[in-house]
């Protein structure tokens, strides 16, 4: 059996080469309608008004809004909305945790989640919103503040680079206990009304940690991105042999599983994982984007960027 290609590497020249895809790709419209045609307005200063719709008169409505052309073709009184164009600013949160340097098939999970972060920081800079991230690992975590241009996303890939150098042999026991302490440190570094885009696999996030992530998904804009890799779904047929690479050692070793319960306990412990963060992001209102390891990543956050959690 021909082993399958890996990619273990962040590569530097890869993600700068994201930009193209990143400003070529459609966007979302972000700008928010604003409540100024009505009796409240946003308390966000913005970059300007910009027109909406119009739609029919409530009370409340402020009279300088009227559109007076609607109102005298229909008899019926008017009035417009706008849109407020605010700058915003993008945080990325990213795990790299000992269990983000595997994979079986495709890229690991951390060189996915470096893509989808890099290819969403492109995208923010091209509607001129600002960078940051937070970065962290069981010993350590970086930070960088919200930040304009591309200077920004490009210190983001070193970043991302410097943790993806880190040897899976010397990594230590992963550390449940980080994740927590990184979602703290994100809540501070978060500009009020902005995106969040967390990349992680986010193994051991407990009760609390779901408490926090609604908290953000209040504030702000927030997407869970789950990159995973295929041999976490499901395990081999009876009879299969599926090539693994074993870490800290060359070369691939074959795994063999027979016993159709060993299986299936193993599919139920990821779709209860997989699915309870499904959940949790509707309940939360948050985005959902899974992706598995042999796919696009930035694929995955086109085809969820307009929608809320499926």
Not at 62 to 74: F, G, L, N, S
Not at 231 to 252: C, N
Not at 276 to 285: A, K, M, N, P, V
Request: glycine share 8%; net charge positive; hydrophobic share 40%.
């Amino acid at each position: 059996m021909t082993p399958p290609v890996l990619e273990s590497v962040i590569d530097i020249d890869e993600l700068l080469a994201l930009r193209h895809a990143a400003h070529a790709a459609p966007h979302a419209a972000r700008r928010q309608v604003s409540s100024s045609a009505g009796g409240h307005r946003a308390p966000l200063k913005g970059r300007g008004m910009e027109f909406a719709e119009t739609r029919l008169y409530q009370a409340g409505d402020e009279v300088r809004h009227m559109d007076w052309r609607v109102t005298a073709r229909t008899g019926k009184p008017h009035v417009k909305l706008f849109r407020e164009e605010r700058e915003r600013a993008l945080m990325v949160w990213i795990d790299c945790r000992r269990p983000m340097f595997h994979a079986t098939r495709g890229r690991e999970k951390i060189v996915q989640a470096a893509r989808a972060a890099t290819f969403a920081a492109w995208s923010a800079v091209g509607q001129g919103d600002r960078i940051g991230a937070l970065l962290f690992s069981e010993q350590n975590h970086a930070e960088l503040r919200p930040a304009r241009g591309d200077r920004a996303v490009i210190a983001l890939i070193r970043a991302l680079h410097r943790f993806g150098q880190m040897e899976t042999t010397t990594l230590p026991t992963p550390d449940e206990g980080a994740l927590a302490l990184a979602l703290a440190r994100l809540d501070r570094l978060v500009l009020p009304g902005g995106e969040v885009l967390l990349c992680s696999d986010f193994r051991g996030l407990r009760d609390p940690d779901h408490a926090q992530l609604a908290q953000l998904a209040r504030r702000h804009d927030v997407t869970l991105f789950l990159p995973h890799d295929p041999l976490e779904r499901s395990l081999p047929p009876a009879g299969g042999r599926y090539p693994i690479a074993a870490p800290g050692t060359p070369g691939q070793r074959l795994l063999l599983v027979d016993d159709p319960t060993i299986r299936q306990a193993h599919a139920a412990r990821f779709a209860a994982r997989h699915d309870g963060l499904r959940d949790l992001c509707q309940r939360i209102g948050a985005r959902f984007v899974s992706v598995s390891t042999d796919a696009e990543a930035t694929t995955g956050l086109l085809a969820n960027h307009h929608g809320r959690a499926a």
